[in-house]
Structure formats: structure tokens, C-alpha cells
């Protein structure tokens, strides 16, 4: 049953000691898989299973008595789904614009010019050191953006590292030759940048999507600071106070009268609102993870790329 | 000979004058610096002016006058710059709040940091492709989860009365704990969840690593008779190392500014022993309480104290080991 490694052609027994490591790393792996998908499918199943049932524990590996009792209650809390657009809002447009800014200073910065250190050294020094919290804060409300959807689009508009990542892929992807050959063709850096790069960065496009919509949708803390109005809320602030607090009433009263009128009875609401919980993080997360899923093809080699410097 | 040519270099340049110079510059370069510019306005606007901003430390901010009018910090009429720092100094939590803030982190990355590495070696060792990417693609997935949500989890699983951990401990015959509650469990719970949602996707760095070794290394070593476990020692962890010390001086860099976000979401009256974390405090205190200059002071001192460690352990390591950020 010893089986063989082809190493140009001639064949190498494999070793016991092999056969033992390839053993235990496979139980290994399995082990790994189990711990970082099982969290994930106890939320997915306890959503969609009987309240009764997942309050006793019952629910370990399957659904049990189907319900989508908690699905109703969740789609019935308004305010839920005015920051979930909202969130759609400030993800889309604010990525789309991180990524055009982005890109448009990756590919200067992969071109020598006079000035070009001062430059790195300005956008690199802002990763070890910052004004700190208050004083950002201070800055935005001088600037009267406090309470405004703009201060969540600009906010993290370009992540220094994003901006490392597309810079390297665009240095070691493209070859310099293109860059003479469209010079001699007349191209200037506009017609080659948007002629010649952009079509050539679909990857590092996908990667900084992803990248960037993940985190601004995952975002809760830049509007707990910066916004006041509750009807601006991205979906993440909204959803700290139905899932992060400890009381059953609480913070998120609103979110369990809704739950009230549903099913009569506050009492019976609150026992059941438990379930509705992982609803909600069904519903929210869904988005991030879609994403992610459709752009994986892409994503594992463009980060790939990105990641290794020189 | 060399000197010769130096010597001419230097004595041609100043002919032509450095205004000439900087004209002619823009005038080649001016697209790059259009394209640039967006992002230049970005980072000059929200972190240069902030850090402009933060000399409200040294003064007392009145919400009037705004950043630039407003006095410089006294005491009883003099003139005392350092009052913030001293207050905070002197606050009766201080030296709870940077142990918690410096142990959090600390163990953080002691448990957390070598994990990826683990995980990358054990990755390039499976044999099948098919399983190897699907593998990949699933460790990935709980980066995506928001830190909103994870904190969301934590807080039904371990819950005493609903929590499936808890009907686990009991069927077990054990006796329920209210994990969120107990300070013992803050650290654990914020280090665990953390290395369950951060572990696969840190491997990403390493895994490049790996793939990029050069095979002939591997089939050098598979003719020579080396076991899987030896390929390992002598050729995955050389490579590894330059690697693994960078993330770690960046890691060092930010050793008293741990999630605020996280913490701020996980800390609650059972808990605060542990989970009195200074970015909480500054959060709290500072949008809060609008004690702007006090928290100013605060924040600053962490960043330089930051700043500091980073660029010490950067120069070790450049001399130790030739390994540096910059």
C-alpha cells in the first residue's frame, strides 16, 4: 500500500515516517476545519430551528423542529432595514470611490518622480503614528462633517496597506516594457494608466472590492463616534445594541416590542428574541460572505501577488 | 578617475537654478501628482491635521474657541503644560488600565502569533490539490464576520441559561459559568475568538512565502531521503523566519492600542478587573464625557509610547538579524 513520489519522473517510496506525518496532519486538518465551521453552522441551523428547542440545547448538528418564526421577527423591525440600506449605501459608493483613489496613487507611486520619498515617507509614517482618537474626532466636527453620510465615505477612504498591496501587484505584474513601448506610441501616463493599467488590474480591482467592502460593512465603531442620528446608523451600530448587551431588555427595548406584537406577550417575546438574535447575524453577515465567495476565485492569487514584496 | 567625474557632476548642477528645476519636474510629472492627489488630500486632511490638532494636550480646550485659540493648560493661573498627563498619571485606575491594555496584548500575541505559521506549514504539506484549496477557502471565511456579530456569538454561546457551552459543561455534569461576567474569562474569550477569526487569514502571508521556495529545493531533499517533518525544519522554517520577524515588529508596534472596538463591545460591569482597557477609557471618557484635552493627552502618550517600542524593536532587530521594516 506504500505509495510513491514522483520526483522527475523516478519514484520514491514513501517513508513510514511519512506516512505517519500525513496521517496526523489529515486528522489535523479536519480537526481545524471542524472548530472554524461549526460556530458558523450552529448559527445558520438555530436560526431557522424552533425557539423551545434551541433555548434547551437541543440543537447541535441539525435543525430541529423547523420554524422561521425568528426570520418574521426580524423582517418586521424597521429600523433594522433603513441601516441595512443605509449600509448598502456607504459600502458601495464608499468602496467604489477607495478603490478608483487607491489605484490612481498606486500606479503613481510605482513611477519615479522628483518627490516621490517625501511622499512614501508622508503616507507610510501615518501607519506607526496618528493624532489619536479626540482629536480625529475634533477634526471631523471642525470640518462640519459630525452627523453626516459623508463622514462615513471618507472616513478610512484609503487604507495605507490596500495602497502597499496595489502597488506592488501593479510593479511586478506589469511589465515596464509596456510602459517604453506605449511612451513611444505617444501614450502619456493618463492614456497609459487608464488605457493600459486599469484593463490589466482586474485582479488587484477584485481584491481591493473585497477588501475594502468588507470592512466598511463590517464597520460599527467610525458611527458610534461620528453620528448622532439614529436614521443615518450603517447596520453594524444598529445590530450592537440587539446582539452585544447582556440584558435581555436593555438597549434594544425596540427591537423586542416590534418582537411583541408579533407573537403577543412580552414575557414570550423576550424568551424567544434569543432566537431572532441569530437571525439577525444570518442576515448580516450573508452580504460580507457572499462577496467574498464570488470573488474568491480571484482573490486567493491577487493577494498572493500583493503580499510578497519585490 | 571617479572623482574626476564627481566632481564635474557636482559643479554642472547648480546651473541650472532649482526653481527651473521644480518647474520642469511638474511639467513632466504633473499627471502622476494629479493622480496622486486625491489620496495625498486624504491622508494630509485625516491624519495630518489630527495630528495638528493634538496639541489640545497641552492646553485647555474650550469648545468655543476651538483648537488654535484656546489657552494653553494652566494650573490656579500658571502656566502647567503636562496637567493632563499628570491627571491621568494620577487617576486611581491608571496602573490597572496598562496592565490590562499590555497583558491583553501581550498574551495576544504570544497564543495568536504563531498559530498562522503553524497552520501555512501544515497547508503546504497536504497532498491532494482539490482538498488543499478548499481547506484555504474555509479557513478564510471567519475574517469576514464583523467584529459586531463575533461579539454577538460569543455572547449566546456562552450565555449561562441558553448557551450551548453551558449545556455542554452541565450534561457533563459540570456547573454552569457565566462566562461574560467572570474577569478569569475576558481574556481567554477576546484572545480565542480572535485566533478563531484571524488565524487562517494570517496564513495568507506565509503561504505566499512557502509557494514561493523553489521545488528543486524540495525533490533535492526528497533524493536525499529527507522525511516530510525534516523538509520542514531545513527548508519551510528558514524561509519563514525574515517573514515571521517582520509581522512581529509590526505586531510590537501596536502593543498598547489593542481593539478598542472589540474591547468596547466584550467589557461589562463583571468584567472590568481585566477588560479596563485605555482605549475604552479614552472612548468613554472622551466622546462620552467630552473631557477633550484630558483624553488628548492620553491618546498621545500611548501613540508615542507606541512609536517607540516599534522603532526599538526594529533596530534590534536590524542589528541582531538584518530583519527591518525601514
Not at chain 1, 517510496?13 to 480537526?31: G, P
Not at chain 1, 448587551?245 to 414570550?268: C, H, I, K, M, P
Not at chain 2, 526599538?312 to 532587530?317: D, L
Request: hydrophobic share 50%; aromatic share 14%; net charge positive.
Amino acid at each position: 500500500m506504500a505509495k510513491e513520489e514522483k520526483v522527475r519522473g523516478v519514484r520514491i517510496k514513501e517513508t513510514r515516517a511519512d506516512r505517519i506525518f500525513n496521517i496526523v496532519n489529515l486528522v489535523f486538518w479536519i480537526v481545524v476545519l471542524f472548530i472554524t465551521i461549526y460556530p458558523l453552522w450552529l448559527v445558520v441551523i438555530a436560526s431557522v430551528s424552533d425557539p423551545d428547542a434551541v433555548l434547551a440545547g437541543e440543537v447541535l448538528f441539525w435543525p430541529k423542529g423547523f420554524s422561521l418564526m425568528g426570520y418574521e421577527a426580524v423582517f418586521q423591525y424597521n429600523e433594522l432595514w433603513t441601516s441595512y440600506a443605509n449600509s448598502i449605501f456607504y459600502t458601495v459608493v464608499g468602496s467604489a470611490l477607495s478603490v478608483i483613489v487607491t489605484l490612481g496613487a498606486a500606479y503613481a507611486l510605482s513611477r519615479k518622480f522628483a518627490g516621490k520619498r517625501v511622499v512614501n515617507f508622508l503616507i507610510t509614517f501615518t501607519m506607526f503614528f496618528s493624532g489619536g482618537l479626540i482629536p480625529i474626532f475634533l477634526n471631523i466636527r471642525d470640518l462640519h462633517l459630525y452627523n453626516t453620510r459623508t463622514v462615513l465615505i471618507v472616513m478610512n477612504l484609503v487604507s495605507v496597506w490596500n495602497l502597499m498591496v496595489a502597488r506592488t501587484y501593479i510593479q511586478s505584474s506589469i511589465p515596464n516594457d509596456l510602459y517604453e513601448a506605449a511612451v513611444m506610441d505617444g501614450a502619456n501616463h493618463f492614456t497609459y494608466f487608464f488605457r493600459c493599467v486599469l484593463p490589466l488590474s482586474g485582479t488587484i480591482i477584485a481584491v481591493l472590492s473585497v477588501y475594502y467592502g468588507v470592512a466598511r460593512w463590517n464597520d460599527y465603531f467610525t458611527a458610534l463616534v461620528f453620528i448622532r442620528d439614529r436614521s443615518l446608523l450603517p447596520l453594524q451600530t444598529v445590530l450592537r445594541e440587539i446582539l452585544a448587551s447582556l440584558s435581555v431588555s436593555g438597549s434594544s427595548d425596540t427591537f423586542f416590542a416590534a418582537y411583541a406584537d408579533n407573537l403577543g406577550g412580552l414575557q414570550e417575546a423576550m424568551r424567544k428574541a434569543e432566537v431572532a438574535k441569530y437571525c439577525c447575524i444570518v442576515v448580516s453577515t450573508v452580504p460580507a460572505v457572499l462577496l467574498y465567495v464570488f470573488m474568491q476565485k480571484y482573490f486567493v492569487k491577487g493577494v498572493m501577488i500583493g503580499s510578497l514584496k519585490g | 578617475m571617479q572623482q574626476v567625474t564627481k566632481a564635474t557632476h557636482s559643479v554642472r548642477r547648480p546651473k541650472v537654478p532649482l526653481s527651473r528645476r521644480f518647474t520642469r519636474a511638474i511639467e513632466r510629472d504633473w499627471q502622476l501628482w494629479a493622480l496622486l492627489l486625491p489620496a495625498l488630500i486624504f491622508f494630509i486632511v485625516f491624519c495630518y491635521f489630527p495630528m495638528y490638532g493634538v496639541q489640545i494636550a497641552f492646553k485647555d480646550y474650550k469648545v468655543g474657541k476651538g483648537i488654535a485659540a484656546s489657552p494653553w493648560a494652566s494650573t490656579k493661573g500658571q502656566l502647567d503644560l503636562l496637567k493632563h498627563f499628570r491627571n491621568f498619571f494620577n487617576t486611581y485606575y491608571c496602573g490597572r488600565m496598562f496592565a490590562d491594555t499590555l497583558l491583553l496584548n501581550l498574551y495576544g500575541l504570544l497564543f495568536s502569533f504563531p498559530i498562522p505559521i503553524l497552520l501555512a506549514i501544515m497547508l503546504n504539506q497536504l497532498n491532494s490539490k482539490r482538498f488543499k484549496g478548499f481547506t484555504q477557502t474555509v479557513i478564510y471565511v471567519p475574517h469576514f464576520i464583523s467584529t459586531v456579530v463575533l461579539a454577538g456569538m460569543l455572547y449566546l454561546f456562552f450565555s449561562p441559561s441558553t448557551g450551548i457551552v453551558n449545556k455542554v459543561i452541565e450534561a457533563f455534569g459540570g456547573k454552569s459559568i457565566y462566562f461574560m461576567l467572570e474577569e478569569s474569562w475576558f481574556r481567554p474569550l477576546f484572545i480565542g475568538s480572535d485566533i478563531w477569526q484571524n488565524a487562517g487569514w494570517n496564513t495568507i502571508l506565509y503561504i505566499a512565502t512557502l509557494t514561493s521556495i523553489d521545488p528543486q529545493l524540495y525533490e533535492a531533499a526528497t533524493i536525499d531521503g529527507a522525511t516530510r517533518w525534516q523538509k520542514i525544519k531545513s527548508i519551510d522554517i528558514p524561509h519563514l523566519i525574515p517573514v515571521a520577524v517582520m509581522m512581529l515588529i509590526l505586531s510590537c508596534g501596536s502593543l498598547l492600542s489593542s481593539n478598542t472596538d472589540k474591547a468596547l463591545l466584550l467589557q461589562t460591569s463583571g468584567n472590568i478587573k481585566t477588560s479596563d482597557i485605555i482605549g475604552v477609557y479614552v472612548y468613554n471618557t472622551g466622546i462620552g464625557k467630552a473631557q477633550y484635552s484630558y483624553t488628548s493627552a492620553i491618546g498621545l502618550c500611548l501613540n508615542i509610547i507606541n512609536f517607540i517600542i516599534i522603532i526599538s524593536v526594529n533596530t534590534i532587530s536590524r542589528k541582531v538579524s538584518d530583519i527591518s521594516l525601514f
